[in-house]
């Protein structure tokens, strides 16, 4: 693999995660989060998530685990920021399904009715 090559995919791998964690960014932003750049950082998110679903941080130890409980505890989580966010928890538990869950996170993110605000935390 050539240097080039190699600058090329860190790139491309980059891009990916901004584009994976601008959602988390923002919701934790509008929330009035004062950690909300830990969106960036991996395995640091998960506290945030955490944070920001008003879940216990030994939740991250389940989120790490084999895949059935780290899915339904991820979702779980999800359903909470949903419900923070003024959405219908169901929104939350489609953050599982891969696709699918960088159009539902910017919807959380970025959609928000006339007439409805986030909830600070804290």
Do not use: R
Request: charged share 10%.
């Amino acid at each position: 693999m050539s240097q080039s090559q190699a600058i090329g995919y860190l790139l491309i791998l980059l891009g990916a995660n901004i584009i994976y964690f601008l959602p988390l960014f923002t919701i934790a932003y509008k929330s009035d989060h004062q950690l909300s750049w830990l969106a960036f950082i991996p395995l640091a998110n998960l506290w945030l998530l955490c944070d920001l679903g008003d879940k216990p941080s030994w939740w991250i130890v389940c989120m790490l685990l084999a895949p059935p409980v780290n899915l339904i505890f991820l979702a779980l989580v999800w359903m909470s920021i949903a419900e923070t966010t003024n959405k219908s928890e169901w929104w939350g538990l489609l953050m599982v399904f891969p696709i699918i869950n960088i159009f539902v996170g910017y919807y959380l993110a970025f959609y928000e009715p006339e007439d409805v605000k986030y909830i600070a935390e804290k």
